[in-house]
């Protein structure tokens, strides 16, 4: 069956709220999501999706037709000017907008194995940054996001679409402060695991690239403003920089995330072919 809605209902102003308000999506423990690839990624990767919206007057395509047949979840078909609003577009809608269940901030649901590599994120305060490390950290092999403190929501529009549906094929996980993870790390070393915590920063103590990352690895990145807070900057067992040129005295916290992120899978594939050849 397929709820119509028309008007702006109470449905539709909860959807809305779901755009703006961080509270109102972890109290709802959902969030919207649109495009093919994240819809198509969410769904291949299992996520549960409670509603799929789509247009009243636009015909279907052939993936939106074969996504609302196969995928269980509800049904409604809402006036195009209305879904618009829902996909934060002043002209056209989306044609599907997803409504998707929220994963619990477990820890447990980052595996960590002898290869592991996992990104910490700091107090980062755009919601964008967000989305842009998750998609570097899922484009280099990492197992996971962890993001720490005060800090922008994963769940965020931007973050989402940043993500381009990486978010949903990499953990993402939100911790209040570097105790949770703390304990995460003990209980790893206790099993045999050394994960060694890597911060970066513009006077870190070595450069990137004189830096053996082939084991398993946490790299921190700090907020964008003031970088790594002191108490994670006690728990680094190393800090490194990144060789600069040119005017620019630093980079990003996306930039410089991502630049770590492909040195570290530049070694690790180096190291995996000269152990092939031995």
């Known amino acids: 069956m397929v709820q119509r809605i028309t008007s702006r209902n109470a449905r539709f102003q909860q959807?809305?709220?779901l755009l703006s308000n961080r509270n109102k999506r972890q109290r709802a423990g959902e969030f919207l999501v649109q495009g093919v690839r994240p819809i198509s990624v969410a769904v291949r990767q299992g996520w549960p999706v409670r509603t799929l919206i789509h247009s009243t007057e636009r015909p279907l395509s052939r993936w939106?037709?074969?996504l609302l047949r196969d995928v269980s979840a509800e049904r409604v078909a809402m006036d195009p000017r209305l879904l618009a609003e829902l996909g934060e577009k002043n002209e056209s809608a989306p044609e599907v907008v997803a409504a998707m269940e929220m994963p619990p901030d477990d820890l447990s649901r980052i595996e960590a194995g002898g290869?592991?590599?996992?990104?910490?994120?700091?107090?980062?305060?755009?919601?964008?940054?967000?989305?842009?490390?998750i998609r570097s950290a899922d484009a280099f092999g990492a197992h996971g996001l962890i993001v720490t403190g005060h800090a922008a929501d994963v769940y965020d529009p931007k973050s989402v679409r940043a993500s381009t549906g990486s978010l949903f094929a990499l953990p993402a996980v939100r911790v209040p402060s570097h105790r949770e993870v703390l304990r995460w790390l003990e209980e790893r070393r206790e099993h045999g695991l050394g994960i060694t915590v890597v911060g970066t920063d513009e006077d870190g103590e070595a450069e990137l690239f004189d830096t053996?990352?082939?084991?398993?690895v946490l790299l921190l990145v700090g907020n964008e403003?003031?970088?790594?807070?002191a108490a994670w900057r006690e728990l680094c067992d190393r800090t490194v920089r990144i060789p600069m040129a040119g005017s620019?005295?630093?980079?990003?916290?996306?930039?410089?995330?991502t630049a770590v992120l492909y040195e570290v899978s530049r070694q690790r594939i180096a190291a995996a072919r000269a152990a092939g050849r031995s």
Do not use: C, M, Y
């Open 212 to 216: 053996d990352l082939t084991g398993p």
């Open 225 to 229: 403003t003031k970088g790594l807070s």
């Open 115 to 133: 290869d592991f590599l996992g990104v910490l994120f700091d107090r980062p305060t755009g919601p964008g940054n967000i989305g842009t490390v």
């Open 64 to 66: 939106a037709e074969e």
């Open 15 to 17: 959807w809305q709220s």
């Open 248 to 257: 620019a005295s630093s980079l990003n916290a996306a930039g410089a995330a």
